[in-house]
DNA sequence: GACCAGGTGAATA
DNA sequence: TATTCACATGGT
């Protein structure tokens, strides 16, 4: 196993706010930086001395997993000229954040579990399928030998009934999980549904039971990198009451009021907005 | 013990 | 169409 690496100026991607910000559940701190995984892959990145480094045995899948071609000076300096303040003051603070492009089927799954629960909480469910269900792997990172569990594969995850959803901690959404898994058929057919537009293909992932708009927005903004996405959730909810002046109440009104104002800046935004209502929560 | 967490489906008016 | 409620679980 070769293992490659790659330098990255550290201006705009610092890896711990780009992990910490709810995009991703799969990672674990490691010696400078964190172990991060990604379908039944992994990668040791950490920042240092002005640089990202980002080491893997699969270059080519980590530089766009993190988003390297993406100019994030630009987008952070249309947040900074932006007329709101919220957003200008977020994007000071989460000016490291990029946004992920992840694997499609393991984001749908992912953020079904996500949904009224917290993250802590979420990360260890998803470890535990991923335990339970996934191909055990082994890698080699600067000479120490890493031991995990890759995302399961969906013919895993259809044999299992409701019962064992319900066992590792999903609650109701054990259901959701167990009817997703036997409907999609190896998952084929989300993966081709990024030839639809933003719209359509929202819609598509509306008509699976247990998504909502949220979770439909998530995937398509982490999964799919439609940044014309606004999720809401509490978290945005409350930034967009208490500190952007909103009064709209209706989530899925607060949504298409943020897309047709920012664009294809939404989904950009509406992370800086996340990690700095959270933080802000956090040093209080 | 109430409230909250990256909400959604179903019933009701 | 818009509101309201139940839903599992664990942390504060």
New binding site residues.
């Given amino acids: 196993m070769i293992m490659d690496k790659i330098i990255f100026d550290s201006k705009y991607f610092n890896v711990k706010d780009t992990l910490d ?3 991703i559940f799969r990672y674990r701190p490691y010696k400078k930086g964190y172990l991060v995984f990604s379908s039944d892959k992994v990668c040791y990145a950490y920042n240092e001395s002005e640089k990202a480094v980002i080491i893997s045995d699969d270059k080519k899948y980590f530089y766009n997993f993190f988003d390297l071609s993406e100019d994030y000076g630009e987008i952070v300096n249309k947040a900074l000229n932006c007329d709101c303040e919220a957003i200008c003051q977020s994007s000071k603070l989460g000016k490291g954040i990029r946004i992920l492009n992840q694997n499609r089927v393991e984001t749908l799954f992912s ?2 579990v ?9 990360k260890g469910i998803i470890e535990k399928m991923c335990f339970f269900l996934g191909e055990k792997k082994c890698a080699e990172i600067e000479g120490e030998k890493i031991e995990y569990f890759a995302f399961p594969k969906i013919n895993e995850l259809a044999k299992k009934d409701v019962g064992f959803f ?2 590792i ?8 999980i167990e009817r997703l898994a036997k409907d999609i058929d190896g998952g084929k057919n989300i993966e081709e549904l990024d030839l639809l537009s933003t719209s359509d293909l929202k819609n598509r992932l ?1 008509s ?11 995937v398509l903004l ?1 999964g799919f990198h439609r940044t014309d996405s606004f ?6 909810e ?1 930034v967009y009451h208490e500190n952007m002046g909103g009064t709209l ?3 899925n009104k607060i949504a298409k009021q943020l897309v047709c104002k920012y664009g294809e800046l939404s989904g950009y935004f ?2 800086y907005l ?1 990690y700095y209502k ?1 933080s802000l929560e956090a040093n209080e």
């Fill in positions: 910000c709810g995009q953020f079904i996500s949904q009224n629960n917290n993250i802590p909480r979420i319900s066992s901690g999903l609650g109701y959404r054990a259901s959701y509306l699976i039971y247990g998504v909502g708009p949220k979770v439909a927005d998530c982490f999720p809401v959730d509490t978290w945005i409350k109440t209706d989530r509406q992370q996340f959270r």
